[in-house]
């Protein structure tokens, strides 16, 4: 069945330097959407952002991804980490015809620290 | 702040008890999901609803878990047993479509302990 994997599950990182969190995928289908939900302590988690375009470059609130399907990717970037970041963050994926609900990937928590 | 609106915020529940959940989607949102945050972090789907029909549920929830969404009603989640095992952090999410690209908006989630 479909499935999301996020290797890291824990990533440290000193404010100011980039941001990475992978995300790969696997689906049959051929047309994922694929997302990236963050979820900060005691709030709901929210999306970040998402994407079905091949190569195509999303990006908001300084944070960037692009979906590769050749790779079967989709890593979550930023280009400077900030404390605010901290954060758990999860990949999704969601594909027409793979049922009915999005599958999340087991999460990343980002500890960015000064 | 959220719009889907998850009541208690807590649940604190001894083993064999029965435990119910309550969930307001966003409005206008015809697609209700629960979800199951285990002590990992990792998000187990559970349920989703469109309307008030099931659209898709997991094994577990076939046998000790029940859900609803009654026209009119807060959507509700209720574990007819609870085991120490189902302690968790259960989110209630709408979507505006079942649509396989449909954005989910969450709720802060009810956590329930079972002692």
């Known amino acids: 069945g479909d499935s999301v994997t996020q290797t890291e599950g824990l990533v440290t990182l000193t404010e100011g330097l980039p941001v990475m969190l992978n995300c790969t995928y696997q689906?049959?289908?051929?047309?994922?959407?694929l997302f990236w939900y963050v979820h900060y302590l005691n709030e709901s988690p929210r999306l970040l952002l998402k994407?079905?375009?091949?190569?195509k470059r999303t990006e908001h609130q300084g944070f960037h991804a692009t979906l590769h399907k050749s790779s079967s990717s989709f890593h979550l970037q930023k280009s400077s980490a900030q404390l605010s970041d901290s954060a758990l963050y999860y990949c999704?994926?969601?594909?027409?015809?793979?049922?009915?609900?999005?599958?999340f990937g087991t999460g990343t928590k980002l500890q960015v620290v000064p | 702040n959220s719009k889907v609106i998850q009541t208690p915020r807590y649940l604190v529940k001894g083993q064999g008890q029965k435990a119910k959940m309550r969930c307001i989607p966003e409005?206008?949102?015809?697609?209700v999901f629960w979800y199951q945050q285990n002590k990992n972090n990792e998000f187990k789907f559970l349920i989703n609803?469109?309307?008030?029909?099931?659209?898709?549920q997991i094994d577990m929830t076939e046998k000790r878990f029940s859900a609803e969404c009654p026209s009119n009603s807060p959507c509700s989640l209720e574990i007819q047993s609870s085991e120490a095992g189902d302690s968790a952090l259960y989110l209630c999410?709408?979507?505006?479509?079942?649509?396989?690209?449909?954005?989910?908006?969450f709720g802060a989630g009810t956590r329930l302990s079972v002692l």
């Open positions: 999410a709408s979507s505006l479509s079942r649509d396989w690209g449909g954005t989910l908006y």
């Open positions: 689906t049959i289908y051929s047309n994922p959407f």
């Open positions: 994407s079905s375009t091949d190569n």
């Open positions: 999704a994926l969601s594909a027409r015809n793979s049922g009915t609900y999005q599958r």
């Open positions: 409005k206008g949102h015809p697609v």
């Open positions: 609803f469109q309307n008030q029909e099931v659209l898709q």
